[in-house]
């Protein structure tokens, strides 16, 4: 830089400073909330924030006034701000609850402005004797541990690097001093590794160093690396924490084979243990709930190598894609606690150290809004409670540094440790439950209704209650008292009724028994039908839409949903619990499509079932946008019959989407009933070519343009990216041809790392050979049976370079991972905008030895990634799902060999 320009900036930003300085000095002082408490969050009964008044009498307040709402955006008070002149401080009374707090006003220039803040009355400290016997977890990540102590969370973690330790620490005397990690903490930490081993430890050392951290990989002896991390644990001193996750999601960050990958975790584990011999280590660590996977390390394969031998316990994040904690994410957990018992470690600690729902665009999350983040944070915390789960830690309380919105979005306080929803209902949850004793009985009123019932130690017995699909208000006639809401403020009524929502309510019994439920066998009861005799006459209480009839039958109207409801009546001192499980006059399977070769039109295929005890009639619809409606009758189904029922689509054309609905309408004494069942049906073909060896004419292949079917990472402007497909088989191969015309062609991976060439502007495609078979959940072949593989193809766009493959993932063991495959081959050139990309799959590639028949189809999925120079994020065209939302083959399409 040279003088003249340094005086100048100098001359610049003293300028800049004398015009701030002479604005501040003339500006009238800012609005301002406070109060005692760090982010308005106060550990008390009640609380007060206080607003001072903008002053500026060159242009007074004219009006104005502070609006306080609940989280439900529900007006809980206003409070009218002083007339003009008046600056004093304005106190705002605060009862326990959650509070989005607005003061908005008109100046005297008729200018108006609005300042707010949230804030939250969580209640007293937890006792620590109290706190400690909690389940609940909360990551401090970059926010402040004050307030996960003000949350209530037993549980916190520890994330240190070890990367950059010197080879002289398995010396004797080693002469450069280890930096203690690990300081007091009124938490149960949970340590936890990551960043990568040092250099001087690895077989291969990287080329490249990493701006932070190092590589994870194979190190030169798996002894040296226990006696590495022996010797780092045995000088952390007295802090080092009692329960150690050995790893930070190790699958993503390890560079080699599984078998290297398990021997690397043992060999960590064992250092932990040989330090601190009463650590309680505990692995995998892994990202998600992953018991099988061919595309890395699983928990199958890592059980079976002997990794859970090294292990106190079993550690595991638990994220899935924004949806509902009552679906995939609470299954998942089952899934993880039935396959313990499967493997002979059926009490083996659980601990599920990082799981969220993100507020927040721009991560691989699908983001959901604050109020349904605080909703899905207490119904997963509860359930876990419910399921017994050891540690329950959520992500996470304030992650400053986020690289993008949607990871900063997991934070349950707002940039300046304000509190969101979910901190409120949190601190709630922690208070309720922190002495639970054991497991809780979990309870389907209805599909949608829940009810957990806890015991606790010391204290009454409580239950959690919601109903995930909106308001409902269901008989409950256990007394209760006292409830308060999702984020803790109180309900005045105590009556035989609840009010449920997706916001969960809690409910404390006057006694420390919960109430003494005997579960008797489920019923199965048809909807529509006649009443149904209960086990005893009683006092029966139904939930609605069912109801009771004389004390003794359980009557289901037709327009009741499908599902398991309970059906309570006093006992004694307890209560019978009489599950009731509603199924239709008329039950449908799941509708498929099928194309023999020697038919012009696909069939929709289902199989129908009766239910009834007479004889049922059925008119059967099908209706897809732009395409003619069809119309069945078949003849009557008799009592408990089972019949297949095919439908001809007559009038698709290949190359289209379209999208309606199936809807069968039954009749059976007098009675009538309607299943409706939404249909998405997308008609790709392949063309069949005449013997093996023949290339494709692709010039006579009609083309399928997929660019607006499915859009990844957000809207795709046709002029920045489109895609058609065209595809060909013959005996010995599918063909695939993709035309992406995209106004800039990106992909720096290709030729040197083709792992990561799907980063980039490349295509991703499924294939499932096994498409039209069943998904059996215990098929040890493949996956439940299928073999699923995920390819890639990319090129550098520099012409002498060669395009490259690369296989993701393979469910059939002689066709390994992380590799390319010489047998496949792909074109790829670029003329102006257009890339054009031809691949050819030996059948072999897909597990294959020799072609499948016309009339089958194989499953597919493309990926069509678009990456720009200079914008960051993620964007694809997609066909068919699987891949970007996450790896499931089950989403993929059928492809129709003709």
């Known amino acids: 830089m040279s003088h003249h320009r340094t005086v100048s900036a100098a001359i610049r930003s003293l300028a800049f400073l004398c015009a701030f300085a002479s604005l501040h000095a003339t500006s009238p002082a800012a609005p301002v909330f406070t109060s005692a408490a760090k982010g308005n969050i106060m550990t008390a009964s009640s609380g007060v924030v206080t607003f001072t008044p903008p002053a500026d009498p060159a242009n007074p307040v004219k009006d104005g006034a502070i609006t306080l709402r609940d989280e439900n955006n529900k007006i809980l008070d206003t409070i009218s701000l002083p007339s003009a002149g008046a600056d004093s401080a304005i106190e705002i009374p605060l009862a326990p609850g959650y509070y989005a707090i607005e003061a908005k006003f008109t100046r005297a220039d008729g ?20 706190r400690h016997q909690s389940r609940l977890g909360l990551w401090t990540v970059q926010g402040d541990p004050d307030l996960v102590l003000a949350a209530g969370a037993r549980w916190n973690r520890r994330m240190v690097s070890i990367f950059d330790l010197k080879s002289d620490i398995l010396d004797p005397s080693p002469v450069t001093p280890v930096r203690k990690l690990f300081q007091q903490t009124p938490f149960e930490q949970v340590g936890v590794i990551s960043f990568g081993l040092p250099e001087w430890i690895l077989e291969t050392p990287p080329e490249k160093k990493k701006k932070f951290g190092s590589t994870f990989a194979r190190p030169t002896s798996y002894g040296k690396l226990t006696e590495l991390v022996a010797a780092w644990a045995g000088q952390q001193g007295p802090n080092f924490p009692r329960y150690f996750e050995i790893y930070n999601e190790p699958e993503w960050q390890w560079k080699g084979s599984s078998e290297d990958l398990v021997h690397a975790l043992a060999s960590i584990a064992d250092g932990i243990k040989a330090a601190s011999p009463d650590t309680r280590v505990m692995g995998p660590g892994f990202s998600t709930i992953r018991i099988k996977d061919p595309a890395r390390l699983d928990l199958d394969t890592a059980n079976r190598l002997g990794l859970l031998d090294h292990f106190d316990g079993l550690v595991i994040h638990a994220y899935v894609d924004g949806t509902a904690p009552e679906g995939e994410f609470i299954q998942r957990v089952i899934d993880l606690q039935d396959w313990l018992r499967e493997v002979g470690r059926p009490d083996f600690p659980l601990h599920l150290t990082e799981f969220g729902w993100t507020t927040g665009k721009g991560t691989w999350q699908k983001p959901v809004d604050e109020l349904a983040q605080a909703r899905y944070l207490t119904r997963s915390l509860t359930l876990l409670a419910a399921r017994g789960v050891e540690n329950a830690t959520y992500f996470c309380l304030q992650y400053k540094a986020a690289p993008n919105a949607g990871e900063r979005g997991f934070s349950i306080v707002n940039d300046d440790e304000t ?8 601190a709630n949850l922690a208070r309720w439950i922190a002495g639970v004793r054991g497991s809780g009985n979990w309870l389907r009123l209805t599909p949608s209704t829940h009810l957990v019932l806890f015991e606790r130690d010391n204290a009454n017995s409580i239950a959690i209650a919601w109903d995930t699909e909106g308001d409902r208000s269901v008989d409950f006639p256990l007394p209760t008292i006292r409830r308060t809401s999702m984020t803790g403020r109180d309900f005045p009524e105590n009556s035989s009724r609840l009010t449920l929502s997706p916001s969960p309510v809690f409910l404390e019994f006057a006694t420390r028994q919960a109430p003494a439920l005997h579960t008797l066998p489920t019923l199965n009861v048809m909807r529509g039908g006649d009443p149904v005799a209960l086990p005893k006459t009683a006092p029966w209480i139904a939930p609605s839409p069912l109801s009771t009839q004389d004390n003794q039958h359980v009557v289901v109207p037709s327009s009741a949903s499908n599902g398991d409801y309970l059906v309570l009546a006093p006992d004694g001192d307890g209560w019978l619990a009489q599950p009731v499980r509603v199924i239709p006059p008329l039950g449908i399977d799941a509708p498929s499509l099928q194309w023999p070769s020697g038919e012009a039109a696909p069939r929709l295929v289902a199989n129908l079932i009766s239910h009834t005890t007479t004889p049922l009639t059925t008119r059967v619809a099908v209706a897809l946008d732009g395409a003619r409606d069809q119309f069945i009758d078949p003849p009557p189904m008799q009592a408990g019959e089972t019949r297949e029922l095919s439908i001809p689509l007559r009038g698709l054309i290949s190359g289209q989407r379209y999208r309606g609905r199936l809807a069968i309408d039954s009749r059976h004494a007098d009675r009538r ?10 008609l790709v073909t392949s063309s069949r070519l005449p013997a093996a060896g023949a290339r494709p004419d692709w010039a006579n292949i009609p083309a399928i343009d997929f660019s607006r079917w499915g859009q990844f990472g957000g809207p795709i402007a046709p002029e920045d990216c489109s895609a058609s497909l065209q595809s060909a088989w013959s005996p010995d191969a599918l063909y695939l041809r993709v ?22 502007d490349s295509i991703q495609i499924g294939l499932d050979p096994d498409y039209a078979k069943t998904w059996e959940a215990n098929d040890l072949f493949g996956l439940k049976g299928h073999r699923a593989f995920e390819y890639g193809v990319g090129w550098s766009g520099k012409p002498g370079e060669t395009p490259a493959n690369w296989r993701w993932i393979s469910y059939v063991p002689e066709l390994p991972v992380g590799t390319s495959d010489d047998r496949i081959s792909q074109s790829i050139t670029r003329s102006g905008d257009v890339t054009t990309y031809e691949i050819r799959f030996p059948w072999e590639t897909l597990g294959l030895d020799k072609a499948p028949e016309a009339g089958t189809p194989i499953g597919i999925a493309l990926s069509v990634m678009d990456a720009d120079s200079g914008k960051k994020g993620r964007r694809a065209l997609q066909l068919f799902g699987g891949i970007n939302e996450g790896k499931d083959p089950e989403k993929y399409g059928p492809v129709w060999l003709r």
């Not at 290709?750 to 060439?757: F, G, I, K, S, V």
Request: hydrophobic share 35%; proline share 8%.
């Open 739 to 760: 035309v992406v015309r995209d106004d800039e062609h990106l992909n720096t991976h290709a030729t040197t790392n083709p792992e990561a060439l799907w980063s980039q």
């Open 111 to 130: 200018k108006t402005e609005t300042h707010k803040t949230t804030a939250a009355v969580v209640g007293p400290l937890l006792d620590d004797a109290v």
């Open 673 to 682: 009933d309607q299943i409706v069942r939404p249909l998405d049906i997308t």
């Open 419 to 426: 509190p969101k929803p979910s901190f409120a209902a949190y």
